[in-house]
């Protein structure tokens, strides 16, 4: 309450001596008050703040010959409306504040007789209640600045909540924003778990090249009910190691989608209510290659079970490749720990060995710097499985790496193995002190 202004309101008063039709207003003030007065009212950039919005159905009001708007304000208004009712018979709309589901200081607006009032409290939903009988809400005194936080807000407040719920409860699955009822199970999760529905996200099936940042892509999100869901899958895959123990790994569950069929992750439910299940794995014997890297297995088993319980039914896997690791890396694939199922070496470091590089660097470094650093671990690694090799779209810098210093090419010639084939397997490179270096291509 502004106490200054509330004790001595009376003393601004004047009476008429005359009698005036309606409402009248007169000022007396300086030639600056006025044009800021007339510039508070009708310049555009200053309309959204103006004392007249909100009187849109109550007063025309003009000065100085231009017609002052008296609209509600975009900002008081849900940007994604989903209730339109009444409370205490007057007008109520209830939505979402914003399509990106962020949250609003102004969580409800209050159109008190024109007056627009904002409520300070947080939440993704907004309300926009237009007073035009009662007193539903109490404004504070005698400026009207707030709305007093008494037992009238809340019971405002718990309308607002339940009119959601009920909203989300009658509403068919396909016709609710999947975002809303999300916002709802963050700031009402007691009564959302209540619901007849729930938010999950179709989990996309990995493509041959992608790097971490796409290994777990999901479809946008759905409203799906409780009582017939389809196959919900935890993020982890469990893989069985050969001494028995398992290890819950955080990428690589996407390549199993092909063998599950359809998959969904969760993204708002009582989880309580649902079979999450996890995927198992089981690598089969280990591959050894002269490369270092032990990681190669044969693709093994896979199934369905829970956080603790193995799967009752063991299934194999058939001409698919399969991996899992923990920790993605910006400059070299042998600092991930990869376990690779079912995939020819070589193809693997080309291909899907860049599902372990992560473009994201802390440090400031580029793209171009990691990638290149990236391509050339998985190129060593090629190496060691096949000896001295360059890529078939090599560039002189990747002959020049076999050259020793000090020393030129003079010649390169390709080699065939076959004199049918019209793509050379490899190429030999002739140098300035005669000495021959033949290179694979992969």
């Not at 008063?13 to 005359?18: D, E, H, P, V």
């Not at 196959?231 to 063998?259: C, M, P, Q």
């Amino acid at each position: 309450m502004d106490l200054q202004y509330a004790a001595g309101w009376a003393d601004n008063l004047i009476q008429s001596c005359f009698p005036v039709p309606g409402m009248a207003i007169g000022v007396m003030c300086s030639k600056a008050l006025t044009e800021q007065l007339v510039n508070a009212l009708t310049d555009v950039w200053q309309s959204y703040r103006s004392p007249a919005r909100g009187y849109y159905d109550l007063l025309n009001i003009e000065i100085n010959d231009k017609v002052v708007d008296t609209s509600v304000q975009e900002d008081a208004m849900p940007s994604v409306p989903l209730i339109e009712t009444s409370y205490q018979n007057n007008r109520l709309v209830i939505g979402l504040y914003g399509k990106e589901g962020y949250a609003t200081q102004h969580s409800i607006w209050v159109n008190f007789f024109g007056q627009m009032i904002p409520v300070d409290q947080y939440s993704r939903f907004q309300a926009y209640l237009e007073v035009r009988q009662g007193r539903p809400i109490n404004p504070m005194s005698p400026s009207r600045r707030g709305i007093i936080k008494d037992e009238a807000l809340n019971r405002l407040c718990d309308f607002i909540r339940n009119s959601l719920f009920e909203y989300f409860s009658r509403t068919p699955v396909e016709e609710i924003d999947p975002l809303a009822l999300m916002q709802f199970y963050h700031d009402f999760p007691e009564q959302a778990s209540k619901l007849p529905c729930l938010v999950a996200a179709r989990r996309k099936r990995y493509e041959s090249g992608d790097d971490v940042s796409k290994i777990t892509a999901l479809f946008a999100p759905q409203v799906l009910s409780y009582e017939n869901p389809p196959l919900l899958l935890a993020d982890r895959v469990r893989v069985v190691r050969e001494d028995g123990t398992v290890n819950s790994v955080e990428y690589g569950l996407h390549t199993f989608l092909e063998l599950t069929g359809p998959a969904y992750k969760v993204m708002d439910a009582d989880e309580s209510r649902l079979d999450i299940w996890r995927l198992w794995w089981k690598p089969g014997e280990q591959i050894q290659l002269a490369s270092h890297q032990q990681i190669f297995y044969e693709a093994g088993h896979w199934g369905l079970g829970t956080e603790h319980e193995p799967p009752a039914e063991w299934l194999e896997i058939n001409n698919h490749v399969v991996f899992a690791f923990s920790a993605p890396n910006n400059w070299g694939v042998e600092n991930v720990d990869f376990t690779v199922g079912g995939a020819d070496p070589q193809d693997f470091y080309q291909t899907d060995a860049w599902a372990g590089f992560d473009p994201q660097n802390r440090e400031g470094r580029s793209y171009q710097e990691m990638s290149e650093s990236y391509r050339g671990s998985c190129e060593r690694e090629i190496r060691n499985l096949i000896g001295n090799a360059v890529p078939k779209n090599f560039s002189w810098d990747d002959l020049m790496k076999f050259v020793p210093e000090g020393e030129q090419i003079i010649e390169v010639s390709p080699v065939y193995k076959s004199r049918r084939k019209h793509m050379p397997d490899g190429v030999i490179l002739l140098l300035s002190n005669d000495e021959m270096v033949r290179l694979s291509l992969f």
